[in-house]
């Protein structure tokens, strides 16, 4: 604990001692004739990409005279205390540019963000990506990011069952092709869900609500008890279809590495997972080729790509930081160079059109390639109420135990999920 707090207050030091002498415009130059440079800076969450931002910064301050960009030390899981210290004491000095998430978060620190419809990289937002940074018509915040999930499938495999994943476009579909897949000599279950809570629930739901205009209508009446889950059309379709997947799959008995492992070694033809099983599927230097569909629900033939983490421009910053920090993120965003950091050196996958993807890994170039083509669903699962993953993940072991039919499996997650608004 007092590591963290020492952690803290250095940072907001650093942060102060910087923005201080940022603010004073004109008071430190050298000559008449030179212009003082704005400064710009930045504080974000992941860690893993510090250095690499470091050195996209300095590269973006060569390629002209009006701003310095300054990366501040990663804050990590911190910054959002850093922030909140920052913005309470003087606005005018906190970050220029900080990252945080949709969600709460946006409600959070709405009040201290500036619209950024003027960005050129605003206009290459991949589609349905800027939902989560908008307001009253207004962005007010550029995507760092995207992931995706779906069913990852192994094409060798289906090319042994004679499935062509093209044609896959109902649950029904799916399921006479687990039935082809289940009699491939090596094939321990042609689905595999993990079991880790979110693996098990939270994405596997999404998919109902992901295909519906106004999930985000639904779900509050849902938790709220004026709507059964029974009662909506798409979820109780859902259910029974996933009854009809049920004995062609691993009944979410695995780990998440269990999982993965089991798909790079050709026990499962499907996994019901996210670009961010590459790195577990690469352990294995797997030889078969692979892709990724959507769950086809609904006729769904989309994946399920959404992001959390946004940049935002402090709106009490000067205009100059302003105007110089919108230049940074459009560099980042639309110019060769700065793409460049963006997928080979963050090794992020783009939610932005105009990138070349080619040096992404397999499973990022799909995603890349589902949200270029705008088709993808949304992210829904972070409108469920919060903590609810347990308990609905308890209820999905006693879906797959068979101790509890389809109905009964939406009135135990209605259950939990008004409990949980009480609360």
């Not at 639309?334 to 890994?361: E, H, M, R, S, W």
């Not at 509890?404 to 135990?412: C, K, P, R, V």
Request: aromatic share 10%; proline share 3%.
């Amino acid at each position: 604990m007092k590591k963290s707090i020492g952690l803290v207050c250095a940072i907001v030091l650093t942060l102060t001692t910087m923005a201080g002498c940022s603010s004073k415009s004109g008071s430190t130059q050298t000559s008449s004739d030179k212009k003082e440079k704005a400064v710009v800076t930045v504080i974000q969450n992941k860690v893993e990409i510090q250095q690499q931002l470091e050195d996209a910064a300095k590269d973006f301050n060569k390629t002209q005279n009006d701003v310095e960009v300054k990366i501040l030390g990663s804050a990590g899981d911190n910054l959002v205390t850093t922030l909140q210290s920052q913005f309470a004491s003087s606005p005018e000095k906190a970050p220029t540019i900080f990252t945080c998430e949709s969600g709460s978060g946006f409600d959070k620190f709405f009040n201290y963000m500036l619209p950024l419809d003027s960005a050129k990289a605003a206009k290459n937002i991949a589609k349905g990506q800027a939902d989560d940074a908008m307001k009253d018509g207004k962005l007010y915040g550029l995507p760092m990011a995207v992931e995706g999930f779906g069913l990852i499938y192994n094409k060798a495999i289906l090319n042994k069952a004679g499935v062509d994943p093209s044609s896959i476009k109902s649950m029904d579909d799916l399921a006479a092709a687990c039935q082809k897949i289940a009699k491939v000599d090596g094939v321990k279950a042609p689905i595999a869900f993990a079991k880790e809570t979110y693996f098990q629930f939270m994405h596997p739901f999404n998919w109902p609500f992901a295909t519906m205009s106004n999930y985000k209508e639904v779900i509050p009446k849902v938790i709220s008890g004026q709507t059964d889950l029974k009662d909506i059309k798409e979820v109780k379709q859902y259910a029974e279809d996933l009854a009809k997947i049920k004995p062609y799959t691993n009944l979410a008995k695995d780990t998440y590495d269990d999982q993965v492992a089991g798909f790079a070694q050709g026990k499962y033809a499907f996994i019901h997972q996210g670009n961010w099983a590459q790195s577990i599927i690469d352990d294995y230097k797997v030889s078969f080729e692979y892709g990724m569909i959507g769950m086809p629900t609904g006729g769904n033939t989309s994946i399920a790509v959404g992001n959390s983490n946004f940049f935002r421009v402090n709106k009490y910053a000067s205009e100059a930081q302003q105007k110089g920090a919108i230049a940074f993120l459009d560099w980042l965003f639309t110019d060769k160079a700065g793409q460049t950091y963006v997928t080979d050196k963050f090794k992020l996958i783009p939610a932005y059109n105009g990138f070349d993807t080619k040096n992404l890994n397999t499973l990022a170039k799909e995603v890349s390639k589902y949200s270029q083509e705008g088709k993808t669903v949304p992210w829904t699962f972070n409108l469920f109420p919060a903590g609810v993953d347990k308990d609905c993940a308890s209820a999905m072991e006693k879906f797959y135990a068979g101790q509890l039919t389809s109905d009964q499996l939406l009135d135990e997650i209605q259950k939990v999920w008004v409990n949980a608004a009480k609360k």
